[in-house]
T-cell receptor, first 118, second 109 residues
Framework: EPEVTQTPSHQVTQMGQEVILRCVPISNHLYFYWYRQILGQKVEFLVSFYNNEISEKSEIFDDQFSVERPDGSNFTLKIRSTKLEDSAMYFC????????????????FGSGTQLSVL | DAKTTQPPSMDCAEGRAANLPCNHSTISGNEYVYWYRQIHSQGPQYIIHGLKNNETNEMASLIITEDRKSSTLILPHATLRDTAVYYCIAGSNDYKLSFGAGTTVTVRA
């Protein structure tokens, strides 16, 4: 089965530093997402992205966060100035376009990047 | 998205069917019921979804009550690899999935 690939698997950074989390969605997918999960807590939606722009974002996704699809394969999440509370597992997800008759409901998630802010 | 209620945990014997209930009494007419699972902090994995009709795929079956206020996910022959947290999500928004606490399913040999 095709996979969403995320790198790195672990990222350690100092508070205030910028980090970029990288994702390679499945090749024919058009819709892209970031979710995060703080240790022991629920999986939370951050942002959805389609046609090179943000479709929707949550309250968590403030001005410190940005997303980009710099080329035809990568999808990145940037945190400009990390805070201790940004420590979490970050999941990238993607889905295909479906057809005009049938929505494609299946969201594929990557294995995540564990971000630790010290 | 409609709120969903799931039992916090359940055990299941290997080889037996696991029936996971979910209550979504406030679900609206255009909201689907999605099931995902998360194995040991890996990324969530799609299992199945439905709107009104019962659905079956290679992983599971989804039974939705006629009034759509509740549903049951059935894993027909549970294996040890099915041990995971199972999430029932009701929503129609563009995949802004609202994960709750889910049901921790432990399959025992």
């Amino acid at each position: 089965e095709p996979e969403v690939t995320q790198t790195p698997s672990h990222q350690v950074t100092q508070m205030g530093q910028e980090v970029i989390l990288r994702c390679v969605p499945i090749s024919n997918h058009l819709y892209f997402y970031w979710y995060r999960q703080i240790l022991g807590q629920k999986v939370e939606f951050l942002v959805s992205f389609y046609n090179n722009e943000i479709s929707e974002k949550s309250e968590i996704f403030d001005d410190q966060f940005s997303v980009e699809r710099p080329d035809g394969s990568n999808f990145t999440l940037k945190i400009r100035s990390t805070k201790l509370e940004d420590s979490a597992m970050y999941f990238c997800a993607s889905r295909g376009p479906g057809t005009t008759a049938v929505r494609n409901e299946k969201l594929f998630f990557g294995s995540g990047t564990q971000l630790s802010v010290l | 998205d409609a709120k969903t209620t799931q039992p916090p945990s359940m055990d299941c014997a290997e080889g037996r069917a696991a029936n996971l209930p979910c209550n979504h009494s406030t679900i609206s007419g255009n909201e689907y019921v999605y099931w995902y699972r998360q194995i040991h902090s890996q990324g969530p994995q799609y299992i199945i979804h439905g709107l009104k009709n019962n659905e079956t795929n290679e992983m599971a079956s989804l039974i939705i009550t006629e009034d759509r206020k509740s549903s049951t996910l059935i894993l027909p022959h549970a294996t040890l690899r099915d041990t995971a947290v199972y999430y029932c999500i009701a929503g129609s928004n563009d995949y802004k999935l609202s994960f709750g606490a889910g049901t921790t399913v432990t399959v025992r040999a």
